[in-house]
């Protein structure tokens, strides 16, 4: 692993506004044929910014694929960078002190270690969009049912049943699913964030084919109903929604 530290530049990242996410890639993958990664430079790097004097602040970490021969040019070698899950929670709010040679913009692993942590901030709130906006993807899902941020989602969620939709980005599919009585909607789609199917038939035969297969999934919600309402009525809801949507003869549901 290797640890980089990029600086506002002429030529390259120039203040803040450029901090976006191809420009950080495309400036990161770029490299002089003779610099401080060497021949191979290692499988993971994690990037940070100069943040004021020697703090430096994590932006994202690459998962190096190697180079890429046919964007070589006479200077520069060009590598094949996809971005990683490596410390993402930490992506904007660990802030460490670079060593007291600033100029030395890439470290290994090892003395990157020793650095100390300058900060660590709070996460940014991820606000309650309402029940009619809601609209994630399935990594998003794992997220919300887990991180700190997501904390007034899984309240609103937690306190309603309702009827919601899977909808799968790959086919065009929809499922319809319900939450009723004690689990609520945070409860059902907690097993989603777990195992990407929760237990739906046609969803466990996807997911049988392809583990993976459920970060095509989009999920949304169709109707809430409070806590105190029966059964009987949400099921009833489901049933109108999977007719009118047609996933029982062209989507997802299998009863």
């Not at 991180?147 to 009827?163: E, F, I, K």
């Amino acid at each position: 692993m290797v640890i980089l530290r990029h600086t506002y530049t002429d030529d390259g990242l120039r203040a803040s506004g450029d901090l976006t996410v191809d420009n950080v890639l495309d400036y990161t993958r770029r490299q002089e044929h003779k610099n401080k990664l060497g021949k191979n430079p290692p499988r993971h790097w994690l990037v940070f910014m100069a943040d004021g004097r020697r703090r430096s602040r994590f932006l994202v970490a690459y998962e190096n694929h190697g180079e890429v021969p046919g964007e070589r040019t006479e200077t520069v070698r060009c590598f094949d960078l996809r971005p990683s899950d490596v410390l993402s929670v930490l992506a904007g709010r660990l802030v460490i002190e670079w060593s007291g040679d600033t100029v030395n913009w890439a470290k290994t692993a090892d003395r990157a270690s020793v650095f100390p942590v300058a900060e660590i901030a709070d996460p940014e709130v991820v606000p309650f969009p309402g029940f009619d906006n809601v609209l994630i993807d399935h990594a998003e899902l794992q997220a919300m049912v887990t991180d700190a941020r997501y904390a007034g989602w899984r309240t609103a969620l937690g306190s309603v049943q309702g009827v919601y939709l899977i909808a799968d980005a790959s086919t065009g599919q929809l499922y319809v699913g319900k939450a009723d009585g004690a689990e609520r909607i945070l409860g059902r789609w907690t097993a989603y964030a777990r195992d990407g199917h929760g237990g739906n038939i046609a969803l466990r035969g996807l997911a049988g084919l392809d583990p993976t297969h459920a970060r095509s999934f989009w999920f949304s919600i169709l109707r809430v109903f409070g806590p105190s309402v029966p059964m009987a009525e949400v099921d009833a809801a489901e049933s109108h929604f999977k007719n009118a949507l047609l996933t029982r003869s062209h989507g997802l549901n299998r009863n």
